[in-house]
């Protein structure tokens, strides 16, 4: 604010402030007038020099006469400076009591503010410090406003100390500018300040929030071991240079939305509640972490331009969207990771890192937020992605969403990934008809499909589902969100798929069981006679991979065979073979004939059940499952029943033999 008219100095185009009394500025009044002045001045007194010009030695008349011999360093009321003009200014260790306002100041040469206390608002908004400037150890009780304030040389503010609000917002440091150890207990405002030069928050404390949301800093920037207590936001700021946030705590969340990180970028040992990367770009960083963070890093629509790889430890991580212009390597632990729609131009690794991460000096990286989470990682969701360029090693899939992946046949599964399994324990069908589900690895789509068809209740967020029922999807109340069989169908086609191609039969065998039994639900895609012949085969073996079920339904065909010998095949005795014919009178060739009589079963049905008939019974029983004739005299009704027999026992004995080769084939 300009002095008001008539209030200025009278010398020439000066608009300074008139000192009391005087019709001029204190740079322009005349000697007389200003020592009377300045002999008026006592410790605490208030001071008004608006737009006056200070000279080295005038400034430091009047510090001299504000001078408190008991604090042993000036000691000023309220100070105005606004507009001031300064060449060398030495305020080191002065006390204001009241406000201070240097606003639209102008510091011509060095200035120095070292361990001055503000215990009123101070306010340099506006202010122009044309070469180095220092604050270091001072101390702002108050609001301290930086606002627009120009930096042209390097400017320090190591062990400086803010307890109120602290705004630099569009501030403009032009060289180095030093926040060492720096306590920021009030709001601290950043928003669109910019460094030209390096900036050092080195062991820095911000107690309160504080706000980085487009600042721009154009050379190194580091943030290491410093500590952010509440919410911190870097939303929209540019790193141009190295940015390093080594060992830096964040107690609450950090929010880095839309950051451009144009140099390398370093996070070892960083500590986070939750971070919000989103829309971020990292254009050199080759190494993201290894970082903890309490709760959850969301990388949702980052972009990650060159090699890179991630070593995060964390509740969840969220790549939604999420770009890999290279190739990318993701150690995780302990964490959720949201896949969808991320985009994979080349191919990328997620594995569960087993053991603790090593920072880059090889220390551990310890997870003191992180105690009592759960172990292993867990993809929650791979829809939307090709996965034709993702590898994923022993990663936990239970309620992965494969639903909208793209190339699901080539994707890599190393290690030991996990799948849901069926209910376990024993069910009733009508609460009469007990049960079991065989087990076998599921993809969590058909449980969902199940879980629907059954009519369970959507699981309250938080609880853990049991294991003896389907577990909800989220989409449980929506039978048009929720997949249907011949959707399930494919994915288990497509996976299978990339599961033959890892050498992995077994896990293969469970996914053709689970594409058999979509079919044989799939009422839109699958014919009446296909499902009626689906049925048969799961009866029978369990699509050729239950051995028990082929086994079991193996002998009660051969017991059934065994009774209907017993009872009905096995004639009373083998006829004996009769030879007849004729001799001529005069000699010459004798015919003979040979026959026996048709088998026949007289005996009373009581005594047909003997041992030696169960004897016979069982041999041609076996020979019937090797698909062999057993040469024994049959009747009629054995005719008939071996032919059966030695049509439907051995297809079971090799579904048996089938089943046995898909669980053991590697």
Same mark, same amino acid.
């Given at each position: 604010?300009?002095?008001?008219p008539g209030?200025t100095?009278?010398?020439?185009?000066c608009?300074?402030v !008139?000192?009391?009394?005087?019709?001029?500025?204190?740079?322009?009044?005349a000697?007389?007038?200003r020592?009377?002045?300045?002999?008026?001045?006592?410790?605490?007194?208030?001071?008004?020099?608006r737009?006056?010009?200070?000279?080295?030695?005038l400034?430091?008349?009047?510090?001299?006469s504000?001078?408190?011999?008991?604090?042993?360093?000036?000691?000023?009321?309220? /100070?105005d400076?606004?507009?001031a003009?300064?060449?060398?200014a030495?305020?080191? *260790?002065?006390? @204001?009591?009241?406000?201070v306002?240097l606003?639209?100041a102008?510091f011509?040469?060095r200035?120095s503010?070292?361990?001055?206390?503000?215990?009123?608002? /101070?306010w340099f908004?506006?202010?122009?410090?044309h070469?180095?400037?220092g #604050?270091?150890e001072?101390? @702002?009780?108050?609001q301290?406003?930086?606002?627009k304030?120009r930096?042209? +040389?390097?400017?320090?503010?190591?062990?400086?100390?803010?307890?109120?609000?602290?705004?630099?917002?569009?501030?403009?440091?032009?060289?180095?500018?030093?926040?060492y150890?720096?306590?920021?207990d009030?709001?601290? $405002?950043?928003i669109?300040a910019?460094?030209?030069?390096s900036?050092?928050?080195?062991?820095?404390?911000f107690?309160?929030?504080?706000?980085?949301?487009? +600042?721009?800093?154009?050379?190194?920037?580091g943030?290491?071991?410093?500590?952010?207590?509440?919410?911190?936001?870097?939303?929209?700021?540019?790193?141009s240079?190295?940015?390093?946030?080594?060992?830096?705590?964040?107690?609450s969340?950090?929010? #880095?939305?839309?950051?451009?990180?144009?140099?390398?970028?370093?996070?070892?040992?960083?500590?986070?509640?939750?971070?919000?990367f989103g829309?971020?770009?990292?254009a050199?960083?080759?190494?993201f972490?290894? $970082?903890?963070?309490?709760?959850?890093i969301?990388?949702?629509?980052?972009?990650?331009?060159?090699?890179?790889?991630?070593?995060?430890?964390?509740?969840?991580?969220?790549f939604?969207?999420? !770009?890999?212009?290279?190739t /990318?390597?993701?150690?995780l632990?302990?964490?959720?990771?949201?896949?969808?729609?991320? &985009?994979?131009?080349?191919p990328? /690794?997620v594995?569960?890192?087993?053991?603790?991460f !090593?920072?880059?000096?090889?220390?551990?990286?310890g997870?003191?937020?992180?105690?009592g989470?759960?172990?292993?990682? *867990?993809?929650?969701?791979?829809?939307g992605?090709d996965?034709?360029?993702?590898? =994923?090693?022993?990663?936990?899939?239970?309620?992965?969403?494969?639903?909208?992946?793209?190339?699901?046949?080539?994707l890599?599964?190393?290690?030991?990934?996990?799948?849901a399994?069926?209910?376990?324990?024993?069910?009733?069908?009508?609460?009469?008809c007990?049960?079991?589900?065989?087990?076998?690895?599921?993809?969590?789509?058909?449980?969902?499909?199940?879980?629907?068809?059954?009519?369970?209740?959507?699981?309250p967020?938080?609880l853990?589902?049991?294991?003896?029922?389907?577990?909800?999807?989220?989409?449980?109340?929506?039978?048009d969100l929720?997949?249907?069989?011949?959707?399930?169908?494919? =994915?288990?086609?497509?996976?299978?798929?990339?599961?033959?191609?890892?050498?992995n039969e077994?896990g293969?065998?469970? @996914?053709?069981?689970?594409?058999m039994?979509?079919r !044989?639900?799939?009422r839109?895609?699958?014919?009446?006679?296909?499902r #009626?012949?689906?049925?048969?085969?799961?009866?029978?073996?369990?699509?050729g991979l239950?051995?028990?079920?082929?086994?079991?339904?193996? =002998?009660?065909?051969m017991? &059934?065979?065994?009774?209907? $010998?017993?009872?009905?095949?096995?004639?009373?005795?083998?006829p004996?073979?009769?030879a007849?014919?004729?001799?001529?009178a005069?000699?010459?060739?004798?015919?003979l004939?040979?026959?026996?009589?048709?088998?026949?079963?007289?005996?009373?049905?009581?005594?047909?059940?003997?041992?030696e008939?169960?004897?016979?019974?069982v041999?041609?029983?076996?020979?019937?499952?090797?698909?062999?004739?057993?040469?024994?005299?049959l009747?009629?009704?054995?005719t008939?029943?071996?032919?059966?027999?030695?049509?439907?026992?051995?297809i079971?004995?090799?579904?048996?033999? =089938?089943?046995? *080769?898909?669980?053991i084939?590697?």
């Amino acid at each position: 604010m300009s002095p008001a008219p008539g209030s200025t100095c009278s010398s020439g185009d000066c608009s300074g402030v !008139r000192i009391p009394d005087q019709a001029y500025c204190l740079m322009h009044v005349a000697e007389e007038g200003r020592a009377a002045y300045f002999a008026g001045l006592t410790p605490g007194s208030s001071i008004d020099h608006r737009y006056t010009p200070f000279p080295d030695y005038l400034l430091d008349r009047l510090l001299q006469s504000l001078y408190d011999p008991e604090a042993s360093c000036a000691r000023i009321g309220e /100070a105005d400076f606004r507009g001031a003009e300064f060449n060398e200014a030495n305020f080191d *260790r002065a006390i @204001f009591s009241g406000t201070v306002r240097l606003s639209g100041a102008k510091f011509y040469e060095r200035a120095s503010f070292t361990e001055v206390q503000f215990l009123g608002d /101070a306010w340099f908004d506006g202010a122009h410090f044309h070469k180095v400037v220092g #604050f270091a150890e001072a101390q @702002f009780s108050r609001q301290a406003g930086f606002s627009k304030a120009r930096f042209d +040389a390097r400017a320090t503010y190591d062990q400086v100390q803010f307890a109120g609000v602290s705004a630099f917002d569009d501030a403009q440091f032009a060289d180095a500018a030093r926040f060492y150890g720096a306590k920021f207990d009030g709001q601290t $405002m950043f928003i669109g300040a910019r460094f030209s030069g390096s900036a050092g928050y080195t062991a820095a404390q911000f107690s309160s929030y504080t706000e980085f949301g487009g +600042a721009e800093f154009a050379g190194d920037v580091g943030f290491n071991s410093a500590i952010f207590h509440t919410q911190v936001g870097f939303a929209r700021a540019q790193f141009s240079g190295p940015a390093h946030f080594v060992m830096a705590k964040f107690s609450s969340d950090a929010n #880095f939305s839309a950051a451009i990180f144009s140099g390398e970028t370093k996070f070892d040992g960083t500590q986070f509640s939750s971070a919000n990367f989103g829309g971020a770009l990292f254009a050199l960083t080759s190494r993201f972490g290894p $970082m903890e963070c309490a709760k959850e890093i969301d990388l949702s629509g980052a972009v990650f331009e060159v090699p890179v790889s991630l070593e995060i430890a964390a509740l969840a991580v969220r790549f939604e969207r999420t !770009r890999w212009e290279s190739t /990318a390597t993701l150690r995780l632990r302990h964490a959720t990771v949201n896949l969808s729609h991320a &985009v994979l131009t080349n191919p990328v /690794a997620v594995t569960a890192h087993p053991t603790l991460f !090593r920072g880059a000096g090889g220390t551990e990286v310890g997870e003191n937020l992180l105690q009592g989470a759960p172990s292993g990682v *867990r993809v929650s969701s791979v829809r939307g992605v090709d996965a034709a360029h993702l590898v =994923l090693t022993d990663i936990d899939l239970v309620d992965c969403l494969f639903a909208g992946a793209f190339h699901l046949d080539q994707l890599r599964l190393e290690g030991r990934c996990t799948f849901a399994s069926t209910p376990t324990g024993l069910h009733r069908r009508y609460l009469i008809c007990p049960y079991r589900w065989s087990s076998r690895r599921t993809l969590a789509e058909e449980h969902h499909w199940r879980a629907q068809l059954a009519g369970q209740p959507a699981l309250p967020d938080g609880l853990h589902p049991s294991p003896r029922v389907w577990r909800t999807g989220p989409n449980h109340t929506s039978r048009d969100l929720t997949p249907d069989p011949e959707d399930v169908a494919t =994915l288990y086609r497509q996976l299978r798929k990339a599961f033959e191609d890892g050498k992995n039969e077994p896990g293969a065998a469970d @996914f053709y069981y689970g594409e058999m039994e979509m079919r !044989r639900h799939d009422r839109v895609d699958t014919t009446t006679g296909e499902r #009626f012949l689906l049925r048969g085969y799961w009866l029978l073996s369990g699509y050729g991979l239950r051995a028990s079920r082929a086994i079991g339904w193996l =002998l009660a065909a051969m017991a &059934v065979t065994i009774v209907l $010998m017993v009872g009905l095949g096995l004639p009373d005795s083998s006829p004996e073979q009769v030879a007849t014919g004729t001799v001529p009178a005069g000699g010459g060739q004798v015919t003979l004939v040979v026959d026996k009589d048709d088998p026949r079963l007289t005996l009373p049905v009581a005594d047909r059940f003997t041992g030696e008939r169960f004897d016979k019974a069982v041999q041609v029983v076996l020979n019937s499952v090797v698909f062999r004739t057993s040469g024994q005299d049959l009747t009629t009704w054995g005719t008939y029943t071996e032919m059966i027999s030695r049509f439907l026992e051995p297809i079971l004995l090799a579904l048996a033999a =089938l089943a046995i *080769r898909g669980r053991i084939k590697r």
